[in-house]
């Protein structure tokens, strides 16, 4: 195992396990110090990787995906073809193939919603937050650099707007895993349909 899925791999566990107790004990029911005696590091080792004990339950890394969208602003990350929306739903697919997707841990993130729903707010406030980066990032590999040019964020706000519906299906109850599209499928297919609705109207299967 490198270096990397080390981090990444430790990271997953401090999310985890501070989900688990959030859910069990309630936010304010657990301190980081229990927190991190349970996952075994050390306090200084948390705030290498996370803020406070918010961001750790909402998964909100410190200098996450920084790398990445450096080399997406710099023409790289994805493939150079892609259009503006086609290359955000790569970068999209690129995220989900490196961190995976746990269907279990969805639902352990509803738990944690239901238990402290003042962290909704938190979470939509991180969320508008990385929007921003990848729409700097968008406007930067694109050469939509004028501070009024308003293509960036219409980009990414629809991309936004794709994954959303995508982990609507995903991630719904009556999924079925065993038989239905891989994630990264599911969202391919609905930026197909996107186009197909945007420039026809219709619905082609072809």
Known sequence: MSTTERTRALRRRMIVEARRSTVEHGLHGFTIEQLCDTVGVSRRTFF??????????????????????VDFAAGRAVPTDLDPLGSIVGLAIEHVHLVGLDRADEALV????????????????????????????????????????????????????????????????????????AFDELLTENLRLLRAAITTGQDHTA
């Open 48 to 69: 290498n990787h996370f803020a406070s004990k918010e961001d750790v339950v909402l998964g909100i890394e410190l200098h996450a995906n920084e790398d990445v969208l």
């Open 110 to 181: 509803r738990q944690v919603f239901e238990r402290e729903p003042a962290l909704v707010a938190r979470f939509l406030s991180a969320t508008d937050v990385q929007l921003a980066k990848v729409t700097d990032a968008v406007g930067q590999r694109f050469g939509w650099t004028d501070p009024d040019d308003r293509r960036p964020r219409l980009v990414v706000e629809t991309a936004a707007g794709l994954l959303k519906v995508t982990a609507g299906t995903y991630f719904d109850d009556a999924f079925d895993e065993a038989t239905g599209p």
